[in-house]
């Protein structure tokens, strides 16, 4: 929860950013020079830009967030069998070695979005996170497709160390 409550926060703040140089963008504009117009413009492009970044990892935590409700209901989210060091830290070598088991279910079953998100969880446990993010894109695209197992088309899971 308390995380929700930080991400609420920070995008609140970001849209105020996003409005104040927006409106900074078109101060410039109303000047009507060239030169101000043109860094009016490009300055309006910077909270657009910001905003189109902002909507979409919105809108992946949201849908990662149903999945994982989802898969609790089932009761297959996948159980913290992690090690951890004496800092709490994940231990490298037992991440490893539950991203194999999770890599192998995955390949056995590529069309499973339920496997691709324990597939995410693994390599976010084991500190990809760019490989985790798509897995999980690969879990919801999956899921909103309505596959729920079988053979897939391409995507096999793998990992380059």
């Keep these: 929860m308390r995380a929700k409550i930080i991400y609420a926060t920070l995008a609140?703040?970001?849209?105020?950013?996003?409005?104040m140089a927006g409106s900074r963008g078109v101060l410039l504009i109303e000047q009507g020079t060239p030169v101000t117009v043109a860094l009016g413009l490009t300055v309006l492009v910077l909270p657009l830009l910001g905003v189109w970044f902002l909507w979409h990892t919105t809108r992946f935590a949201r849908n990662a967030g149903r999945l994982a409700r989802?898969?609790?209901?089932e009761g297959g989210l996948p159980v913290d069998e992690l090690r951890r060091t004496a800092s709490g830290r994940i231990d490298r070598d037992s991440a490893d070695e539950v991203f194999a088991v999770r890599q192998a279910e995955t390949e056995r079953d590529p069309g499973d979005w339920r496997c691709w998100f324990r597939l995410a969880v693994a390599y976010h446990d084991a500190r990809d996170t760019p490989r985790a993010r798509k897995a999980m894109q690969r879990a919801i695209s999956l899921h909103d497709t309505g596959n729920t197992g079988g053979p897939a088309a391409g995507n096999e899971p793998g990992r380059a160390d």
């Design 70 to 73: 989802e898969l609790e209901a």
């Design 12 to 19: 609140a703040v970001l849209v105020v950013y996003f409005l």
